[in-house]
């Protein structure tokens, strides 16, 4: 009985965007671990075993896999997005480190899948077109000051940035925070594009400046994304803009 | 007669990669476009026409799609990895905005795909598991000073860095005078993961660190990862390591 773990993505929404990798992992697992929402995304084989646990319990998560798969099971630990950027490979990586030395021998891997930056960038446009940084607002397990210290780098070094899990109902003042600490430095002009439930029915995406964006209309599912001084927005046909950062560095802002 | 234009990512090289999004376009697509390399990893059915072009004139072939399109073709802009990152998405929208008006109003649509960076994280562990950064070091199009500029921006805020584009023939240099820079700002100690040809026979991963970093053994194929000073390494079974940057911000370094 030799068991296996793979951290998966099921990219931001839309089962167009999962990969086949990620398909012949879901179909193969004897055991599927994750958040409930994103299980509630498959239909699992009759002899699967689901395991749903809530969200915030990530580490709990990440040992109850690794012990699933020291038993013999296959396990698939299922992530929205890509589980390397802000999701559960981290924190299988974390429990593998600090678990029983044996674990270290288990057959682990991970395969990547579409993160939300990435889906709400193709529907915009190209804002992610040149060098941009990604920036997780949770202070949950990081102290603000390392945030705020995050976000005055990224205006120095005159990154796009894309926020997430910009809001929450335990946190929701942090968003407005970041965007007056972003327009005091960047000022007011630069782009935001507000990228809500990409690839869902409700999916909804807006264009508007930091001197005019409602920190009230960001949630737990908004993708934030701010330009730099070279993103441009023009015209798409008769309604609608393209957002997107040119390839080439005009001038210093 | 009604074309459309689509800007595909076939992701690093693996075929498990590629979407089912864009393998639907690129089986309902007329005409192929892109970069050489990347089309040969296609297999065109008969009554579809391809158009492989050198690298380094994306924006001649953004136009040439253009042109196709508003000619009534179903057009696949192929990339690699993902198109909205250092990719054709940013060079189809500086043609659309500089082009015809009437190319506005035209079908076009970005389908996302896995980057390089996503790849190298997966097999390493879970290096981008916390904020991150992505620069690209081609100074084709942007002043090196820019360049500068965002690695110290970079190491100011600790982030986590991947780096695209390291060198080419044409400028072999650079990746060492980066290197310098980072080795000089944030200290000899970081991880440094170089991971060339993922997802290819060639695949191959390394991780070193500042310190002992081999310029030399960076080419044109090679994504380089630096760690924040968060980062960690620790053994994965009897051989190899896991690289990972943990969800909790321990202390400012």
């Known amino acids: 009985m030799s068991g296996w773990l793979r951290v998966v993505g099921l990219g931001p929404g839309d089962a167009h965007w999962i990969t086949p990798e990620v398909q012949a992992i879901l179909s193969e697992a004897s055991d599927l671990v994750g958040y409930e929402s994103y299980l509630a995304r498959l239909t699992p084989g009759p002899s699967q075993s689901l395991h749903a646990t809530p969200n915030r319990v990530e580490l709990d998560r990440a040992q109850a896999a690794l012990e699933l798969t020291a038993g013999g099971a296959r396990v698939a630990v299922v992530s929205g997005g890509d589980p390397g950027i802000f999701a559960m490979a981290s924190a299988i990586m974390e429990a593998l480190e600090h678990g029983p030395p044996a674990w270290r021998n288990l057959d682990v891997g991970i395969a990547p899948g579409i993160s939300a930056m990435q889906a709400a960038a193709a529907r915009l446009g190209a804002p992610l077109g040149h060098d941009f940084c ?110 997107y950062t040119p390839r080439r560095y005009e001038a210093a802002p």
């Open 134 to 243: 990604a920036i997780s607002l949770s202070d949950n397990l990081k102290p603000w000051s390392i945030i705020e210290r995050r976000l005055r780098a990224a205006v120095a070094g005159d990154f796009v940035i894309a926020l997430y899990n910009p809001a929450s109902r335990a946190r929701p003042a942090q968003i407005g925070l970041a965007l007056e600490l972003l327009r005091a430095t960047a000022g007011g002009e630069r782009y935001v594009a507000l990228a809500r439930g990409i690839g869902r029915a409700e999916e909804h995406v807006q264009v508007t400046s930091l001197a005019d964006v409602d920190p009230a209309a960001i949630d737990m599912r908004t993708l934030v994304l701010i330009g730099s001084s070279q993103t441009r927005l023009f015209p798409r046909g008769q309604t609608g803009a393209w957002l």
